[in-house]
């Protein structure tokens, strides 16, 4: 189960930071990250993490949002500054989960996801 938290309004040129939790039955995580669905558009990749630090962004917030892993590495978090209103969309947390038990399926857990609104 992933939960996901930290959305919410901002005006153009704020931040915001955004985190999920992973909980449940999990053996290993081997990377998380976070994408985002804007209405009328197709989900993007916003960014993602590898357990061995290998992160990708996408083009259009490069230099304006860092991902990060806490310790536990159950944890993840967004750091989004500069924002733009075209950063307004749903931003979902997924994470590449293996289970304790029961099969494997890659980037197979999701969050809820959480509104990020940018406006005046």
């Known amino acids: 189960q992933l939960q996901a938290s930290g959305g919410g309004l901002v005006h153009p040129g704020g931040s915001l930071r955004l985190s999920c939790v992973a909980s449940?039955?999990?053996?290993?995580?081997?990377?998380m990250g976070w994408y985002r669905q804007a209405p009328g558009k197709e989900r993007e990749l916003v960014a993602d993490i590898t357990n061995d630090g290998n992160i990708r962004y996408g083009d259009s917030v490069k230099g304006r949002f860092t991902i990060s892993r806490g310790n536990a590495k159950t944890t993840m978090y967004l750091q989004m500054d500069s924002l733009k209103p075209e950063d307004t969309a749903i931003y979902y947390c997924?994470?590449?989960?293996?289970?304790?038990?029961?099969?494997?399926?890659?980037?197979?857990?999701w969050g809820q996801g959480t509104l990020v609104t940018v406006s005046s």
């Open positions: 449940g039955s999990i053996f290993a995580i081997k990377g």
């Open positions: 997924g994470a590449d989960v293996i289970p304790d038990s029961g099969a494997y399926y890659p980037w197979d857990h």
